[in-house]
């Protein structure tokens, strides 16, 4: 018998061996398939994880500087807004930010409002937002068909929109918007652009202020401060009165009104949002200048504020590598969990194969007074403890693939599964029944033949 045929030889046996204790053998491999299961699912919760960070990356562009308005409803409560007057985030602070601060490569700031849009008898809430070109170019969002404003629109506030993948479906169903007119709050306005279409996420929403882009009309935003809203069109002697007010505010404020010229509406209401702008983003020209930028940013700001700091200045970046490195670190539990359920799993192949060895002292005994070496007994034990974990590695395989999609359709969390996790968990089982088969192997091969054939 040469070398070959003596090889599957005593991998016939062994293979015999495993279908003759098939019970004992699934209990041996419970541990390795669970543990497979559990790596796979864990690697795949991790990639779909790092999968969100880099789509929110995505949408809130890339080397951003997010600036938001602060407004208190209590000046007793914030001494940063008692007593002093700030004409709060205007156009004329973008246009400072452009023009000074050397590092910045974009400004796009951002005016947005509720309003009702109507074509054709149809009648949906929508959002207006008031924007620049740059604020496409901030956010790496493209246009599916039609064109960006144009300077003599943003200068003229033309009666122009760019609309949402969702409103274009809503409204325009399978004809072409592209010149065609759609109502948001009292103005009629022409749409000249469809956004290309974008998900995003419930929590970038929340925890990054990133709009929902399918569902917005955008429009130039000379033309939301002339035919929709314009904050900043409240007196400076009502502010100031109201400013100096103490106690709670509750005076009568500006509000505009989608479709309504500014101050031809009024509310009472606890407070005044007296800021031109909802938001302006800050797009820096390298990552490395961050800090150092909106830095330079607080301080022109709080200067041109009359030293109210009624802003915050975000950088989304950071939010997102802090955010990063939470998952990572749960990440990291969970596979160290995974693992240990491979090693458990080890163990318990360990244990079975030892006790298989005691079990069957005196078969391996003839096997030894027959002729076979020490090398064929333990060639048999290794191959009988490699094709369980073998086995309940492609089992596991299965099982952690179908746990993820179980993941996935009931919580709403992203998995995806990888080629390199499978390849990974199967080569971990693989090693696990190599390395803690070896020493039942061993202990089988060192038995002696005539103390074998005697033992009962």
Request: cysteine-free; charged content about 20%.
């Amino acid at each position: 018998m040469n070398y070959l045929e003596k090889y599957f030889h005593n991998l016939n046996i062994a293979f015999e061996a495993v279908l003759a204790n098939r019970f004992r053998s699934i209990l041996t491999a419970l541990g390795i398939i669970f543990g497979v299961a559990a790596v796979i699912a864990m690697l795949a919760i991790g990639n779909g994880a790092q999968q969100e960070i880099l789509e929110q990356m995505k949408m809130v562009g890339v080397n951003n500087i997010i600036i938001r308005p602060i407004y208190a409803e209590d000046d007793n409560r914030d001494e940063r807004f008692r007593g002093r007057f700030s004409p709060g985030l205007t156009l004329q602070d973008v246009e400072s930010i452009r023009r000074i601060v050397p590092t910045v490569q974009r400004v796009s700031p951002e005016v947005e409002i509720s309003a009702f849009a109507m074509k054709s008898g149809i009648r949906r809430p929508v959002r207006v937002a008031g924007v620049t070109p740059d604020y496409f170019e901030v956010f790496s969002l493209g246009l599916s068909r039609g064109n960006m404003f144009t300077e003599q629109q943003l200068k003229d506030g033309a009666p122009v929109a760019i609309i949402g993948n969702n409103i274009r479906a809503i409204f325009f169903g399978n004809t072409d918007p592209i010149g065609r007119q759609i109502k948001a709050g009292n103005n009629w306005l022409t749409v000249v652009g469809v956004v290309e279409d974008r998900m995003v996420t419930e929590d970038a929403v929340k925890s990054l202020g990133v709009s929902e882009f399918n569902n917005v009309i955008y429009t130039p935003v000379q033309t939301m401060l002339l035919r929709f809203q314009d904050r900043s069109a409240v007196k400076i002697e009502q502010i100031q009165q109201m400013r100096t007010r103490g106690g709670r505010r509750g005076g009568v404020v500006v509000m505009g009104f989608p479709g309504g010229s500014a101050g031809n509406d009024q509310e009472e209401v606890k407070y005044e949002n007296y800021h031109q702008l909802d938001r302006v983003v800050v797009q820096v020209q390298n990552s490395d200048q961050l800090t150092s930028t909106a830095d330079v940013i607080r301080r022109m700001l709080i200067r041109r504020h009359n030293q109210v700091e009624d802003f915050e200045v975000i950088i989304p970046e950071l939010l997102l590598e802090q955010e990063q490195r939470t998952k990572d670190i749960f990440n990291i539990v969970l596979g160290a969990i995974a693992g240990i359920s491979l090693i458990v799993g080890g163990i318990g192949i360990m244990n079975i194969m030892l006790a298989s060895v005691m079990e069957r002292t005196k078969e391996i005994g003839i096997r030894l007074a027959v002729g076979a070496k020490k090398t064929d007994v333990v060639f048999q034990f290794l191959s009988e403890s490699t094709m369980i974990s073998v086995a309940g590695g492609i089992t596991g395989i299965f099982m952690g693939i179908g746990l993820s999609r179980s993941i996935m359709h009931f919580t709403d969390i992203l998995t995806i599964v990888s080629l390199s996790s499978v390849i990974i968990s199967f080569g971990v089982a693989a090693t696990v029944g190599i390395v803690f088969g070896y020493m039942p192997a061993k202990k089988a091969a060192a038995k002696d033949p005539v103390s074998s054939l005697r033992y009962e």
